[in-house]
């Protein structure tokens, strides 16, 4: 029998051993959370299709970049694996890049007193994943890139850092970031992260964003040219063009409603 | 026998491996290549810089594919650094279906060095189309004449024939840009356009110019705006979406008076442009699934429905949802152990193990052999 085959498979097994610890050095974490939420009726078949498929191809785009990438989607993504997830990634990393698409809700709208400024993402069975007590706690400044692609996750800031109630801090930009000395502003172009979330209502991935394309495509596009290598602003020119057909990101109908907090000159850690 | 088919087999795997591996990486090299070629040509013939003065590298190159259900779609990224001793300048061009559609340059250090002076900015934006002209070999003789004459000290819009000429100022994410653009209109509808950025000191921006990549079809319109409604509502009474438990949602209240219409021409799975209705009926209420609206597009000549899609958004409307089946929003996680048993979905590492395995067991399979 020739050795050459013995050879080569020497060969690839040293070079695939040399990819393990590019893969599991956890210099940057990144995750991404799909909380297709069934309650209520809140998702059609064909959202929770198409954002299944997406977070997926986010995931794997992140994954492909760094090695690995947490994920949590559909039964799996209950408040528990919000936190734990968000845990390791301030425990175990220097740096987080953070992606969630679901829905918002208001978690002191019946407490006592009614609150309205606190903010919620819902997890799949409906539980809400509360700023100040399920995100603050286990967010940091490691937390440099983030996009939540729930509603009004753009809202509340700073107010919601300078000026906390009763139930504590609030509004997502603060709760994912810890932003507050020097605070983020809308498309700035300094800072070390970036945040990025929906002024008002979040468009479903199944809404028709332009022509042919839907905003799972936007999804899709921003992350892969961001995987890339380009920057925020770039990317958001590029959807501009290529969705809308205009050059600039401030004349497409996203500006001021995908807003991005922090620096907009940042490419992915 | 047994022994002379296993080496013929082996062999024939790893002539079949590498003569993949040559055909991909002469494929994405050939790709490169060629966007690459249109990007330095755009940066030396057409950018008002000095390349003398700088070195040029290629920095990043990114071929970007649509998702599967857009799968016709590709766009190619090719960026340059261009270095010097006073400055940093860093070009991004795009190129689609081969054709460079856009490039935006940004200072990242220094002045920008430029082969030449202007008059004034107008005179900066007119040799620029010229140049540009030269390099696309597409006239563009009648946008430039636009230009004689132009304040640019207001926002203005002239129309000449089918060209619509506007000029503004569009905030770049914090940079004031002066946006001349140019239009292809017919009955009102825009198709194809050029526009170019200058900041308001003289600098070059960026570019996007769409005019090469789509070709113009059937402009005819022959259905109204109110038509155009009427036909959307009628659809919309066949329309149905279905939810995760099976049920057919179905049946909507439209607000006729809050229906809007645009009549556009965005490339629909195809480079050819055509006019069609963009409209959305808005319901009068909340559809299951969090539907508010539906999106109806209609081709203008003919009057055909070719698309529907929901308008939703992530929100939870809470006159509606006191049910939400949670256990306490007061809940405190803050005892939950940070978790260690995280299944990381490591794409890499499990496709490293698994080769690991195999090709352990090969090797193992291979030494036994030989023993």
Redesign the interface.
């Known amino acids: ?2 050795k ?3 050879v ?3 060969n ?2 040293i070079g ?2 040399s ?2 610890p ?3 050095s956890a210099n940057v974490g990144t995750a991404v959370f799909c909380p297709n939420n ?11 299709i198409l954002s299944r ?2 977070c997926a ?1 986010i ?2 785009m992140l ?2 970049k760094y ?5 949590s989607f559909d039964a799996n993504c209950t ?3 919000y ?3 968000l ?2 990634l301030k ?1 175990s990393f220097n740096k987080a890049v953070v992606f969630s ?11 006592s007193p009614p609150n309205w400024n606190h903010m ?1 993402l ?1 997890s799949n ?4 994943v ?1 700023d100040n ?2 995100i603050l ?1 286990y967010t940091s400044t490691k937390n440099v890139f983030t996009f939540i ?4 996750t753009a809202e509340k800031y700073p107010a919601g850092a300078l000026n906390p109630d009763s139930y504590g801090y609030y509004g997502m930009p603060y709760c994912w970031t810890t932003a507050m000395d020097p605070l983020m502003y809308p ?3 300094s800072g070390i992260r970036v945040y990025l979330g ?1 002024w008002d ?4 991935f ?3 964003a ?5 905003f ?2 936007v999804a ?2 921003f992350w ?2 961001m995987c ?3 920057t925020v ?2 990317a958001l ?2 959807i501009a ?2 969705v809308y ?7 497409t109908p996203l500006w001021w409603w995908l807003i991005a907090f922090g620096n ?1 000159s940042l490419t992915l850690p | 026998m047994n022994s002379q088919l296993t080496k013929v087999c082996a062999r024939a795997i790893i002539l079949l491996i590498v003569f993949y591996l040559i055909g991909c990486f002469s494929y994405a090299f050939a790709t490169q290549s060629a966007a690459q070629e249109k990007a330095i040509g755009f940066v030396e013939k057409v950018l008002p810089l000095d390349l003398t003065k700088y070195n040029l590298t290629l920095t990043r190159y990114q071929k970007i594919m649509g998702p599967s259900d857009l799968a016709w779609f590709t766009s190619e990224v090719v960026e340059f650094t261009l270095d010097s001793k006073e400055s940093t300048l860093v070009v991004t061009c795009t190129v689609q279906n081969n054709i460079l559609i856009s490039c935006n340059m940004i200072a990242k250090k220094g002045p920008v060095i430029s082969d030449r002076q202007y008059v004034n900015l107008v005179e900066g934006v007119k040799t620029f189309l010229e140049r540009y002209q030269t390099f696309t070999k597409v006239d563009s003789n009648d946008m430039i004449s636009m230009l004689s004459g132009l304040d640019i000290t207001k926002d203005l819009s002239i129309t000449a024939g089918n060209i619509k000429f506007t000029l503004s100022t569009v905030n770049n994410f914090g940079t004031e840009i002066l946006q001349f653009k140019w239009v292809y209109t017919v009955n009102g509808v825009e198709y194809t356009s050029l526009q170019v950025g200058f900041q308001k000191n003289g600098l070059f921006d960026s570019f996007y110019d769409n005019r090469l990549l789509y070709s113009i079809g059937d402009t005819t319109v022959n259905v109204s705006r109110e038509q155009a409604i009427d036909i959307a509502i009628k659809y919309s009474e066949t329309y149905s979406y279905t939810m995760p438990d099976g049920s057919q949602i179905r049946g909507f209240n439209i607000t006729k008076d809050q229906s809007k219409a645009k009549l556009v021409a965005y490339p629909i799975n195809s480079t050819v442009l055509r006019p069609y209705w963009h409209v959305e009926l808005l319901l009068n209420q909340t559809y299951p699934g969090s539907v508010v609206g539906l999106t109806i597009f209609i081709w203008a000549n003919s009057g055909e429905v070719f698309h529907c899609s929901n308008i939703a958004y992530g929100g939870i409307d809470y006159s509606d949802t006191g049910n939400l089946d949670w256990e306490s929003p007061l809940a405190s996680p803050s005892s939950s152990p940070q978790d260690n048993t995280s299944t990381i979905s490591m794409g890499v590492l499990t496709i490293t193990v698994i080769m690991l395995l195999v090709i352990g067991a090969t090797i193992v399979r291979l030494s036994i052999k030989r023993k």
């Open positions: 029998m020739s050459v085959p013995i080569i498979c020497a690839l097994l695939l051993l990819l393990i590019q893969a599991v069934f309650q209520e009726g809140t998702d059609t078949n064909n959202e929770i498929a997406t191809y995931r794997d994954a492909a090695g690995g990438c947490y994920d408040v528990e694996r936190v734990s997830i845990s390791t425990t698409k679901g829905h918002r809700g208001y978690p002191y709208w019946n407490a919620s819902l069975n409906g539980a809400p509360i007590v399920h706690p692609w729930h509603c009004e498309y700035a172009t929906w209502g979040s468009p479903q199944e809404y028709t332009n022509g042919m394309w839907n799972a495509h899709y596009l892969y040219f890339g290598g380009a602003n770039e020119n590029y063009q290529t057909g205009v050059q600039y990101f401030s004349q907009v």
